[in-house]
């Protein structure tokens, strides 16, 4: 049940994220939750080949339930860097509409 709160939470954030900037929402949203499963798997993979090296056999005998808490933060993680790097990337490409239309063009040189 809290991995499909946690699931609506990153949709949600992603859906509103598109639309601000008129994008497609749904698109992103599932892209949200699709880099959240992603982000979890690439570091279980990582965290795995790792254990295995230093002990072997040492995941054999890992709780599974646990193995998902420890692996929840690096899929948050994940999903926060491609928020962060969609709302940069998309806010250098929205245009200024801070200026009135009356001073374009019009240079303010005192």
Known sequence: MLGL??????????YKLAEEFNKSE????????????GGTFLFG????IIAEVISPGY???FN?????????????LSCYLLYM?????WGKEK?????MI??????NDL
């Open 95 to 99: 245009p200024k509409t801070d200026t």
């Open 26 to 37: 749904w698109g992103f949203a599932i892209l949200g939750v699709v880099t959240y499963y």
């Open 5 to 14: 709160v946690l699931l609506y939470w990153i949709g949600k954030y992603f």
């Open 64 to 76: 599974e339930n646990l193995f998902g808490l420890l692996m929840l933060p690096f899929g948050v």
């Open 59 to 61: 995941i054999d005998g």
């Open 45 to 48: 993979i990582i965290f795995s």
């Open 102 to 107: 009356d001073e374009i063009g019009h240079g």
């Open 85 to 89: 790097f969609l709302e940069k990337k």
